[in-house]
């Protein structure tokens, strides 16, 4: 599932949703992984919300499902931005200016590693590695990957992405999360 098709809580009808996906899985101790990799399929991301009723309907205690929402990096407990930034810092990318790189995408989006930015455009991740060290250092935006970038190309790459979605929404000036601000 592409990161646009995803629907927050607040868009959908939670409570059923989730129902619906701990019912088929039974509410089997053993589904717990699987429980919330669907919710975070369905929502994009698994909310505190969601491990309440998660806990309600299984029985599983919250603490519990949250030290696996923390521990396993598959898991997020808040949105993505609609752009999501992946820095490689494998042994490759890093001794060819990773840090440099992130430095230049968490400045230019507002968002340190790990987090999104405010505007929702852009989630920044540091990764171990995306497997393509001869191109590196290697940055991918969403499913593109860009081979060789430097801390300019990739300031380049967040203002560019930030120029379209502004034209793509209509923003002139400032927006707010893609809307126009009021």
Same mark, same amino acid.
């Given at each position: 599932m592409k990161n646009t098709e995803k629907t927050n809580l607040a868009e959908r009808n939670p @409570?059923? %949703? $989730?129902d619906q996906i701990v019912?088929?899985?039974? @509410?089997n101790r053993g589904a717990t992984i699987?429980?919330?990799?669907? $919710?975070?399929? !369905?929502?994009?991301? @698994?909310a505190t919300e969601a491990? !309440?009723?998660v806990s309600d309907l299984t029985g599983i205690s919250e603490s519990e499902l949250y030290s696996i929402v923390t521990f396993y990096s598959q898991f997020r407990l808040q949105p993505s931005g609609k752009n999501i930034i992946r820095v490689c810092h494998g042994t490759a990318c890093h001794l060819a200016g990773a840090d440099k790189i992130t430095e230049s995408v968490m400045h230019e989006t507002g968002a340190k590693a790990g987090e999104t930015s405010e %505007?929702?455009?852009?989630? @920044?991740?540091?990764?171990? #590695?995306?497997? #393509? #060290?001869s191109l590196a250092p290697v940055v991918t935006v969403n499913d593109e990957t860009?081979?060789?970038v430097t801390p300019d190309k990739a300031r380049a790459l967040v203002i560019e992405s930030r120029d379209a979605e502004k034209e793509k !929404?209509?923003?002139?000036?400032? #927006?707010?999360h893609g809307k126009p601000a009021v």
């Open positions: @409570v059923e %949703d $989730i019912r088929r899985h039974n @509410v699987p429980i919330l990799q669907d $919710i975070q399929n !369905t929502f994009g991301y @698994v491990l !309440t009723r %505007d929702g455009l852009f989630t @920044v991740e540091k990764v171990a #590695c995306l497997g #393509c #060290c860009l081979a060789r !929404t209509g923003c002139k000036g400032e #927006c707010q």
